[in-house]
């Protein structure tokens, strides 16, 4: 089971209906022009349509999947006292002073661009359950990051930039 929000689940479904009703009416008919053109065996634009459709397929039950597993959540049982899905968190890396802001997403959600990290990532696996104060050592490629957590809060709301100071 795959919690996330009600805006993810709903953009997943658009993404889906998507695929579903303007993507793989357009590659058939690619596939059935380039049919048309005769012999199959040396037709270049068939099978590149035909590797396009199978890519379409895959994305279509990769995504219809998702939605069959996932739950959206009840944002009046989240509290802010401590690091969950949907927590806006602002921390310190004590290594270096500087402050960010992340939202901790679904791993469908996560988007760094948005100030998304995947709930699933080492930082996310980190915070979570910790509270306002607690400090945390993160294991990252990069090495061990010391991040102090300042300040939780709920949010519901679409989209965050990924704030730095």
């Known amino acids: 089971m795959e919690y996330m929000s009600q805006e ?18 357009r590659v058939k008919q690619e596939i059935a022009e ?10 270049f634009e068939y099978h590149a349509a035909k590797r396009e ?12 999947r998702v939605l ?3 739950r959206v959540i ?17 921390m310190t ?17 996560a988007n760094l661009r948005e100030g998304k990290i995947s709930i699933k990532s080492p930082i ?4 979570l359950n910790k509270r306002v104060g607690d400090v945390v ?5 990069a090495g061990v990051l010391k991040l102090r957590i300042e300040n939780i809060t709920l949010d519901t709301s679409g989209s965050t930039e990924p704030e730095e100071v």
């Open 137 to 141: 050592e993160v294991q990252v490629p």
């Open 68 to 70: 069959e597993f996932a």
């Open 53 to 64: 459709q199978g890519r379409l397929l895959g994305r279509i039950r990769f995504k219809q």
């Open 34 to 43: 380039a049919r048309d053109k005769g012999d199959l065996s040396e037709n």
């Open 93 to 109: 890396n004590l290594a270096n002073g500087s402050k960010m802001t992340y939202k901790i997403a679904s791993p469908h959600e």
């Open 74 to 90: 009840d944002t009046s049982r989240l509290h802010d006292d401590s690091v969950g899905l949907l927590s806006k968190v602002e």
């Open 8 to 25: 993810g689940y709903d953009k997943l479904v658009a993404e889906l209906r998507h695929l579903e009703l303007v993507e793989l009416p």
């Open 124 to 127: 996310g696996q980190a915070l």
